[in-house]
């Protein structure tokens, strides 16, 4: 009996040490030896992704000064893009949920049946093509790489990859920012240093700076909503222009049809839709809004006019 006893204590502690290896492994720790990036792609060698399902499909391709839609060759709303192709590029396998072709349609990542299909080229070659479909949990989906059987659970939102241009427009791509020069229909606006002047200012009344300010960062900040396909019939007269500088002229053209609201700038053939917020805040203001009357003493100032009449009448009393 006491010689099978160290043969007992040498079991045991090795029965210890695989216990204690399928404690680690079982914890997160496996994770970090066995993840590897999904795709092993950076992003910054992307050139062109396409976001389709299973009846749309937007394109997106990076020139000079940024990425815009294939389609309208619009601006892409860039920190959107960049934060997708990043979420990209960070992602990581560890175990698959699956390693059959039988599994694909269930989880909705076969070539016929997915959420989502991205696919990433650089000089007209395909770098991946990545299948998304559905989630098993908060901001998780089930995805597979074109090619492979393995479906994997990784982080990835599928709401981050849309697939109509509305979603991906630049928003803001109409703003003139800096602005130094507003003409509307009743007046003239110029900004020198600090501070804003009228061409003409009616009599009694002076300029209000903050009217003016909220003006110019309404021209320098609005949002569009969407694309406009087809642009209904108006008569000029029902149109409102401003005309704006900054470094460049442009003028920006607006109007309101059947409860819809529309704005096209100069240099850009497109027209686009609007919210009447926006509108307002763009069409709203004339002379009378961006100025105040004058008041001395906390009255009024009169006009000369107003002046004259007074000292007539003062001069009559006597009688």
Same mark, same amino acid.
Request: overall charge negative; charged content about 30%; proline content about 3%.
């Given at each position: 009996?006491?010689?099978k006893i160290?043969?007992l204590?040498?079991v045991?502690s090795?029965?210890?040490?695989?216990?204690?290896?399928?404690?680690?492994?079982g914890?997160?720790?496996?994770k970090?030896?066995?993840?590897?990036?999904?795709?092993?792609?950076?992003?910054d060698k992307i050139?062109?992704i396409?976001i389709?399902?299973?009846d749309?499909?937007?394109t997106m391709?990076?020139s000079?000064?940024?990425w815009h839609l294939?389609?309208s060759?619009?601006?892409v709303e860039?920190?959107?893009?960049t934060?997708?192709l990043g979420?990209?590029?960070?992602l990581?396998?560890t175990w698959?949920?699956?390693?059959t072709?039988?599994?694909?349609?269930?989880?909705?990542v076969s070539?016929?049946?997915?959420?989502?299909k991205?696919?990433l080229s650089?000089?007209?070659e395909?770098?991946?093509e990545?299948?998304?479909?559905?989630?098993?949990g908060f901001?998780?989906s089930h995805v597979?790489?074109a090619?492979?059987?393995e479906?994997y659970?990784?982080?990835?939102?599928?709401y981050?990859?849309?697939?109509?241009e509305?979603?991906?427009?630049d928003?803001?791509?109409l703003?003139v920012k800096?602005?130094t020069k507003?003409?509307?229909?009743d007046?003239?606006?110029t900004?020198?240093?600090? /501070?804003?002047?009228?061409?003409v200012v009616?009599?009694g009344?002076?300029?209000?700076?903050e009217?003016? /300010?909220?003006?110019?960062k309404?021209?320098?900040?609005?949002?569009v909503m969407d694309?406009?396909?087809?642009?209904p019939?108006?008569d000029d007269?029902k149109r409102?222009?401003?005309n704006?500088?900054?470094?460049?002229?442009y003028?920006?053209v607006?109007?309101e049809?059947d409860?819809?609201?529309y704005?096209?700038r100069?240099?850009i053939?497109t027209?686009f839709t609007?919210?009447?917020y926006?509108?307002d805040?763009?069409t709203?203001?004339?002379?009378?809004?961006?100025t105040?009357?004058?008041?001395?003493d906390?009255a009024?100032?009169?006009?000369?006019?107003?002046?004259v009449?007074?000292?007539?009448?003062e001069k009559e009393e006597p009688k």
């Amino acid at each position: 009996m006491k010689k099978k006893i160290p043969l007992l204590a040498g079991v045991l502690s090795v029965q210890l040490i695989v216990a204690l290896l399928f404690l680690i492994l079982g914890n997160g720790d496996s994770k970090e030896l066995v993840s590897e990036p999904l795709l092993g792609i950076y992003k910054d060698k992307i050139e062109r992704i396409e976001i389709s399902d299973s009846d749309k499909q937007v394109t997106m391709s990076k020139s000079g000064d940024g990425w815009h839609l294939s389609e309208s060759g619009l601006p892409v709303e860039q920190s959107k893009l960049t934060s997708l192709l990043g979420t990209l590029e960070e992602l990581k396998t560890t175990w698959p949920v699956a390693t059959t072709s039988s599994s694909h349609e269930r989880f909705e990542v076969s070539n016929s049946k997915h959420q989502r299909k991205l696919t990433l080229s650089k000089g007209g070659e395909p770098l991946a093509e990545l299948y998304v479909g559905t989630s098993p949990g908060f901001k998780k989906s089930h995805v597979r790489l074109a090619g492979q059987d393995e479906v994997y659970a990784v982080e990835f939102n599928t709401y981050d990859a849309p697939v109509t241009e509305k979603d991906w427009l630049d928003k803001t791509l109409l703003a003139v920012k800096s602005v130094t020069k507003i003409t509307g229909k009743d007046y003239d606006l110029t900004k020198d240093s600090d /501070s804003w002047s009228l061409s003409v200012v009616p009599e009694g009344r002076e300029i209000n700076q903050e009217k003016v /300010s909220d003006l110019a960062k309404a021209i320098g900040a609005f949002r569009v909503m969407d694309i406009v396909e087809y642009v209904p019939e108006l008569d000029d007269d029902k149109r409102a222009t401003l005309n704006v500088s900054n470094s460049d002229n442009y003028s920006l053209v607006l109007f309101e049809k059947d409860g819809k609201y529309y704005v096209k700038r100069s240099d850009i053939e497109t027209y686009f839709t609007l919210s009447k917020y926006e509108y307002d805040r763009l069409t709203k203001s004339n002379l009378e809004s961006l100025t105040t009357e004058v008041t001395v003493d906390g009255a009024v100032a009169k006009s000369n006019t107003e002046d004259v009449t007074l000292e007539v009448e003062e001069k009559e009393e006597p009688k």
